[in-house]
């Protein structure tokens, strides 16, 4: 589309169209049928690309088609070309989530689950399963969070693709009140969110007794138990070493009859320490329970 540069004798200054003067005599500019014929055709071309018909007598069709729906599609999802961005898009792809919805059944997640936040509801345990991370484009994410009573397994649907903390796993587990962002980074599931700090060295772990937990200012607790020998003592062996230093322990003898715990000097280390039990009448006994809690760093 262009001025009809082309066409000799119209009267074009300097390319565009000039009215007529007539104090100077200089006549206007005349418009070729062709060129009218075409400017026309290319507005009738977006008028009826929007499903309009043309209507000699309406001004503002134009207008209406450029703000047709039937116009400006929206792209498909992850859709990555040049095309004009409709607010749908920009929404889905920018904005809040796409959409939200729960489950509380075991269930396989889709390619149209990605942008959406999902809550994991319900009173007993399932397993839900991530897309293929193979089928989606880097950057796409699931939102999960979990308000189920029991706990929720998220799996990969293929190989160890979940990845929390710098991990590969197939598997991890959301607990009540946790939630989680899967964002696909290079043919993984990076996870972000309260779910995935159990699974960083940092906050690491183990349930039971004995036990410990470690915390990001690199303190960690450590429990147990023990039963004394014939001398009323016991060594503790600590779960896991302290990697810098042992500081404190405080020990109870588990029985009704008031006897006291305490540690034998210079027997501590970064692995365990020597305890030993005392009756009020100093007497000592093999098979005294004792539970300890150790700190250290």
């Known amino acids: 589309m262009d001025y009809p540069k082309s066409v000799p004798g119209i009267g074009l200054v300097n390319g565009r169209f000039v009215d007529e003067n007539p104090l100077s005599g200089t006549p206007g500019s005349l418009i070729p049928a062709t060129w009218g014929n075409s400017v026309t055709q290319e507005i009738l071309g977006v008028v009826q690309a929007a499903g309009l018909t043309p209507n000699e007598a309406s001004n503002n069709q134009l207008l209406g ?5 039937a116009l400006f599609q929206t792209a498909p999802q992850f859709d990555a070309g040049r095309t004009a961005a409709t607010s749908e898009f920009v929404q889905r792809a920018l904005g809040n989530y796409a959409n939200a919805r729960g489950i509380s059944t075991s269930t396989q997640l889709t390619v149209a689950d990605v942008g959406y936040a999902i809550g994991l509801g319900g009173n ?3 397993t839900v399963t991530l897309p293929d991370a193979a089928t989606v484009p880097n950057g796409a994410t699931i939102s999960l969070h979990c308000r189920n009573s029991a706990p929720v397994t998220v799996a990969s649907k293929t190989g160890s693709q979940i990845s929390p903390q710098g991990a590969y796993l197939s598997s991890i587990v959301m607990n009540t009140g946790e939630s989680a962002n899967f964002i696909r980074e290079s043919g993984t599931w990076t996870v972000y969110g309260t779910a995935s700090l159990k699974y960083a060295s940092s906050f690491s772990g183990m349930v039971g007794n004995p036990g410990y937990q470690k915390y990001p200012s690199g303190n960690i607790d450590q429990w147990g138990y023990g039963t ?3 001398n009323g003592e016991v060594y503790v062996t600590f779960p ?3 990697p810098t230093a042992f500081v404190s322990v405080v020990a109870t003898h588990v029985g009704g009859d008031g006897a006291m715990v305490i540690m034998i000097s210079g027997s501590a280390s970064q692995q365990g320490c020597r305890l030993k039990v005392r009756d009020a009448h100093a007497s000592v006994s093999a098979g005294w329970g ?3 809690f150790a700190k250290g760093y």
């Open 65 to 69: 088609a450029l703000r047709s729906p």
């Open 124 to 126: 007993a345990t399932f």
């Open 228 to 230: 004394t020998d014939a």
């Open 240 to 242: 896991i070493s302290f």
């Open 290 to 292: 004792v539970t300890y």
